[in-house]
């Protein structure tokens, strides 16, 4: 068995699982071990039901002190009894487990662990996990892998499944001598174990792995599923952090060395059309704005093809230097092209950009194009844009479908660029002869490490607002505060206004104590008088469900939306004046900053809630850091000073860039390390043809085949 065979060679995986698994995009055993879990569960000891917190998963030791009464409404059953500790009483309630009630004996005592709610004056826990005392012990102090499931797939499945492709790619051996405990054992044990399958699958010399202090792939994968301890799982976590930015590094410096040789074949020098835009808009360029036009001027008028990244905070202006340059080509006979990561924001692009041709007087109409267009829509556009009609086009990933031709295309604009990968926006430019590239992101990332990430493109950066934003007014609370929050929420509302509150989760889980977005939503709908109606949007919805819901936001159909941070790439909705984040704790300050620039789009003055539950002060630092400044770059650079590689638990940016399990700012260090090795290891061999290569060359290739030439983004 190797990474490349199929999952249902491993025992009782049959053709049910196999799709199961097939539904999460796991195929083969390699990607079974790249599954990594999403939390790791962790066992504290039982604490005293005297002062037990509410709304937190506690676990207590607790003896029965009433039989189990199972009762059915409407054929469902409910079952409940009560438990004490001599200190304390909590009530104890399951639905849909009538068996309880013969498996749970009074006056027995047993280990319950679950999530506190408040009862009147009561405690009461549901759903709790029930343990006997020894098996609750064994659990202690252990970190057990939790994983992201589809319907019909549960945690222990996925479990059996990994533990079953450890075994097979490192073989049992004999106990590991000279262990002083049974966990040093096991770990020495597993080590051991490894060697051989590491030999065999791991890509990296023996030289890099000593000079990074990294461990072998195959313990940094078993400990990743299965860790002995945090220290373990820390190492683990360098080492395949480490190989993701690798192999991501690895096909950057390939397209910078391609690209610094490209030339063109257009000849654009006219830009009156620009230069009337300009002349017309109500507002003057700022200096920022005026400095990076005259670059992108230069190389749209110069022999090499452009490759550049716009990068500037929401609100700085990127939109409008798109715009002027997609104006220039259009008016030099060329085509240009928009292409942003959700429809909804392809269409809002479309209507600004026509709003603003038709109020300059300008005789180009934009052409969108978007997925759930219909056919013959479809067909329209396409004829347009290939007889070269349509000299702007505006869209999502329609634009380099097979059936997408272009005319003359000169240049392919990407917005939010993060969201797309390498590849992606590499194909809509192979739908031209060369054509000239931006990308832009109001992502703001340190320079030391934008100039990594982005090592294929030029970076221009806006570092400057307009003057006519009013800056938004910032507070960090505790969840004392949220009643208040609400009012707050009401009295804009009547104003005519709109809000967005951020939750961290899409429903409840038994393992993080964070609000979830459905059940927040109806707690808020209750909260709020019954004429103002709010409504949720989550990643895991339909994009035609995403579309019609953020469609009445920005109707004012909707008055609060209630979001996960899928509205961090979201569209303009100037009515918008707050944002109540909850549980900020749980992002980073540059994730923050992003979701704040959500609001503050208006005339009218706006307001960011950071509403945390954080027990300790550094989390109230972190976050005041945000309750004075409100500069994206100023916060990412702090964010990356306060945050550490070790960070394995806390924040992460997940907006930022779809890394399976690096974070750019948690794994800063580990990405310059990588960035280094790949420098390194291309200077000396930049055909990857050397014997202690040929891993590389060969896993690099196959994860561009797999994923169709994209890498990790």
């Not at 700085?316 to 104006?327: E, H, M």
């Not at 990594?452 to 938004?472: F, H, Q």
């Amino acid at each position: 068995m190797n990474l490349e065979s199929p999952l249902d060679s491993l025992k009782g995986i049959g053709e049910k699982t196999k799709h199961l698994f097939a539904t999460v995009g796991i195929e083969t055993v390699g990607d079974l071990l790249a599954y990594y879990p999403r939390a790791y569960e962790r066992y504290e000891e039982p604490v005293s039901m005297r002062d037990l917190p509410q709304d937190e998963i506690v676990t207590i030791r607790g003896t029965l002190t009433s039989p189990i009464l199972n009762r059915y409404y409407g054929g469902k059953c409910i079952s409940a009894t009560s438990c004490t500790d001599g200190f304390g009483e909590v009530l104890l309630t399951w639905y849909n487990m009538p068996y309880q009630k013969n498996s749970l004996h009074t006056g027995e005592t047993y280990i319950f662990r679950g999530k506190t709610k408040k009862k009147g004056k009561r405690l009461l826990i549901e759903q709790a996990a029930v343990f006997q005392e020894e098996q609750y012990e064994a659990l202690t102090a252990t970190l057990q892998p939790v994983y992201s499931l589809t319907k019909g797939m549960t945690v222990r499945m996925v479990q059996k499944a990994v533990k079953q492709a450890l075994a097979a790619l490192c073989p049992p051996k004999g106990t590991a001598a000279g262990a002083k405990t049974a966990k040093q054992a096991a770990s020495a044990e597993r080590t051991s174990e490894c060697n051989s399958a590491a030999e065999a699958v791991d890509y990296l010399p023996e030289n890099l792995q000593k000079e990074y202090h990294l461990c072998l792939w195959t313990e940094a994968v078993s400990q990743m599923h299965f860790p002995d301890d945090f220290d373990s799982l820390q190492t683990a976590h360098r080492r395949l952090a480490f190989d993701e930015f690798f192999f991501f590094l690895l096909q950057l410096q390939n397209l910078r060395e391609h690209r610094g040789k490209e030339t063109h074949s257009f000849h654009i020098r006219a830009r009156g059309a620009a230069d009337h835009l300009i002349a017309s808009l109500p507002y003057p360029l700022t200096g920022a704005q005026k400095k990076v036009w005259a670059d992108l001027c230069r190389e749209l008028q110069g022999e090499k093809v452009m490759v550049r990244l716009i990068q500037g905070d929401v609100g700085s202006g990127k939109t409008i230097l798109a715009v002027l340059a997609l104006l220039t080509v259009a008016e030099n006979g060329y085509q240009g092209a928009l292409m942003a990561p959700t429809e909804v924001l392809a269409a809002q692009h479309y209507d600004s950009i026509r709003a603003l041709l038709e109020m300059s007087g300008l005789p180009y109409k934009p052409l969108l194009l978007t997925g759930s267009m219909t056919a013959r829509q479809k067909r329209e556009a396409y004829a347009q844009m290939e007889s070269g009609e349509a000299s702007i086009v505006i869209g999502t990933h329609a634009l380099i479908q097979e059936k997408a031709v272009y005319h003359a295309l000169a240049l392919v604009i990407t917005d939010e660029q993060h969201r797309f990968g390498v590849r992606q926006r590499d194909n809509l430019a192979q739908k031209g002869n060369t054509p000239h590239t931006i990308v832009m992101s109001a992502t703001p990332i340190p320079r030391t490490l934008a100039v990594i990430l982005y090592g294929d493109l030029d970076i221009s950066v806006l570092d400057e607002m307009p003057a006519n934003r009013l800056p938004i007014k910032n507070c960090v609370v505790g969840p004392s505060w949220r009643p208040k929050a609400w009012e707050f929420i009401e009295k804009q509302v009547r104003l005519g206004h709109q809000a967005y509150v951020i939750c961290p989760m899409v429903e409840e889980s038994d393992l993080v104590d964070a609000e979830n977005v459905i059940e927040y939503t109806e707690t808020i709908r209750q909260a709020l008088p019954a004429d103002m109606r709010a409504d949720y949007l989550h990643g895991r919805m339909k994009p035609l469900e995403k579309n019609e819901v953020m469609g009445r936001f920005l109707r004012n159909e909707i008055q609060v939306l209630v979001s996960t941070t899928v509205v961090e790439v979201g569209v303009n909705v100037p009515n918008a004046t707050v944002m109540l984040i909850e549980n900020a704790e749980r992002f980073g300050l540059a994730q923050l900053h992003q979701l704040r620039g959500r609001v503050g789009r208006g005339d009218a003055q706006s307001y960011c809630i950071f509403l945390h539950g954080g027990k300790s002060s550094e989390v109230a630092e972190r976050l005041d850091i945000l309750n004075h400044s409100n500069d994206g770059f100023e916060i990412a650079a702090k964010d990356l000073q306060l945050r550490g590689p070790g960070d394995l638990f806390g924040v992460r940016q997940s907006g930022l860039m779809n890394f399976h399990l690096a974070d750019v700012y948690a794994d800063a260090d580990i990405l310059q390390l990588a960035n280094e090795a790949v420098t390194k290891v291309m200077a000396l061999d930049p055909e990857l043809s050397l014997p202690e290569h040929r891993k590389i060359k060969a896993i690099y290739q196959r994860q561009k085949e797999r994923q169709g030439g994209q890498i990790s983004l």
